[in-house]
């Protein structure tokens, strides 16, 4: 079975600094997905960024990239420019490889804090 | 684009009750799935649905059960409720077929089990 470690339970980080969250995820597969969803306060699960296991350049969405290593198993997301609309609960999960969404397995999350 | 929408917002019921959950997916998508989100916690499994059955199930007991209708919406039914159910239940939408295997996420649904 696959699980996915999120080791730093809150961080904060000071307004337009930049930051990075670290996961680490344990798997059999070859190919897989990953990805790092946002839950603000008001509890809707937001994605943030999607990274495929094939594709060797790492994903970045505007200030949001991600520093993936799969031979590490290794999947950390930077939030470059932080925003006070970061602030939220960050979950890294994993995606195994079966054709047509696989289940989602989640991290334990990490609690992210924008400083004004 | 209508998003992934869930009902109620919030629920109180009492030990040996039971529940029922529903969720509408977000538009083009056909498969649901639900996963349960206690206090602190990442979301866990439940299963998913898709063509109105059962495609996978995570590490739950029978007393969780569900349904998808042919426009696609689902409901989870939970029996017996445990003070241990308490918890946000989200569904989550994707399209089986499609390349990005993205799941959208609803707002939740906030269950107490007094």
């Known amino acids: 079975a696959q699980t996915v470690t999120q080791s730093q339970p809150e961080m904060s980080v000071q307004e337009a600094e930049t930051v990075t969250l670290s996961c680490t995820y344990d798997t059999s597969e070859n190919n897989y997905y990953l990805f790092w969803y946002k839950q603000p306060p008001s509890r809707q699960m937001i994605l943030v960024i999607r990274?495929?296991?094939?594709?060797?350049q790492n994903a970045t969405e505007n200030r949001f990239s991600v520093n993936f290593q799969k031979a590490a198993k290794s999947f950390s997301l930077k939030i470059s420019d932080s925003q006070l609309g970061d602030t939220a609960m960050y979950f890294c999960?994993?995606?195994?490889?079966?054709?047509?969404?696989?289940?989602?397995?989640f991290g334990t999350g990490t609690r992210l804090t924008i400083i004004p | 684009d209508a998003g992934v929408t869930q009902s109620p917002t919030h629920l109180i019921k009492t030990r040996g009750q039971q529940v029922t959950l529903r969720c509408s997916p977000k538009s083009g998508h056909d498969t649901v799935s639900w996963y349960q989100q206690a206090l602190g916690q990442g979301p866990q499994f439940i299963f998913q649905?898709?063509?109105?059955?059962?495609?996978q199930r995570g590490n739950f007991p029978d007393r969780f059960s569900g349904h998808q209708f042919p426009n696609y919406s689902s409901e989870l039914n939970v029996n017996a409720l445990l003070l241990g159910d308490s918890a946000l239940y989200l569904c989550a939408s994707s399209l089986l077929e499609a390349a990005t295997d993205t799941q959208y996420f609803g707002p939740g649904t906030r269950l107490t089990v007094l």
């Open positions: 649905y898709y063509e109105e059955e059962e495609r």
């Open positions: 999960a994993f995606m195994g490889p079966n054709f047509g969404n696989e289940k989602l397995t």
């Open positions: 990274q495929e296991a094939y594709k060797q």
